[in-house]
């Protein structure tokens, strides 16, 4: 989905460091604090998404999308699922 190999390895080996756009970033970001610190989410969070250019629909699909890897790493990791080979540690 991305077309950019190049921007894919960064990403992947630490995307707080690519070369990704505003937008991007703030959506990132955004999940990362959703999935770390719940409870911390404010609507300055949502504000942050707003000003780089996310309508209200994209940030539920932000959220939504956040919530079910969440949700569904959660039943694996609760049923003892083993992670995939090419998954790394």
């Given amino acids: ?10 990403v992947e080996a ?11 970033r703030a959506m990132l ?8 610190r719940p409870g911390d989410m404010a609507v300055t969070d949502v504000e942050a ?5 996310f309508s ?4 539920l699909d932000i959220v939504e999308v956040t ?3 969440a949700y569904v790493n959660r039943i694996a990791d609760g049923l003892g699922v083993p992670t995939e080979d090419w998954i790394p540690e």
Avoid: C, F, I, Q
Wanted: hydrophobic letters at 40%; aromatic letters at 10%.
């Fill in 1 to 10: 989905m991305l077309k950019d190999d190049e921007l894919l390895a960064a």
């Fill in 29 to 36: 970001e955004y999940a990362v604090k959703l999935t770390h």
């Fill in 56 to 59: 209200d629909r994209d940030v």
């Fill in 49 to 53: 998404l707003r000003a780089n250019g």
């Fill in 67 to 69: 919530a079910y890897y």
């Fill in 14 to 24: 630490d995307w707080r460091s690519a070369p990704l756009s505003a937008p991007r």
